[in-house]
Nanobody, 125 residues
Framework: QVQLVESGGGLVQAGGSLRLSCAAS????????MGWFRQAPGKEREFVGA????????YYTDSVKGRFTISRDNAKNTVYLQMNSLKPEDTAIYYC??????????????????WGQGTQVTVSS
């Protein structure tokens, strides 16, 4: 059974840092682009960032550029989201996702592919 399991969420003060991890199991994800999404209360899920399986090129939504960094370790089937200079507006449930197509991954609207169960990030002011 294929699973994406996020960890590393928690409560942090504004200006602090957290590192989220997404461990994939059940298959090899080395040919999958992997990304992060988030959903705040009362809001739609939004794309945060992604990393290409082929080039390791990274993509970020404007609001996190310069603060968040995505990396991956294919040997460990794990992708990371380092979040620095956190703001209260970063509070959300963060989800990991994987898809063979970077275009579809970034859209977040794919029918195939994989999603994790989410991890809560709360940033206090």
């Amino acid at each position: 059974q294929v699973q994406l399991v996020e960890s590393g969420g928690g409560l942090v003060q504004a200006g602090g840092s957290l590192r989220l991890s997404c461990a994939a199991s059940g298959r090899t994800f080395s040919t999958y682009s992997m990304g992060w999404f988030r959903q705040a209360p009362g809001k739609e899920r939004e794309f945060v960032g992604a990393i290409s399986w082929l080039t390791s090129r990274t993509y970020y939504t404007d609001s996190v550029k310069g603060r968040f960094t995505i990396s991956r370790d294919n040997a460990k089937n794990t992708v990371y989201l380092q979040m620095n200079s956190l703001k209260p507006e970063d509070t959300a449930i963060y989800y990991c996702a994987a898809h063979e197509s970077m275009v579809l991954l970034r859209s977040g609207t794919f029918r195939d592919g994989y999603w994790g169960q989410g991890t809560q990030v709360t940033v206090s002011s």
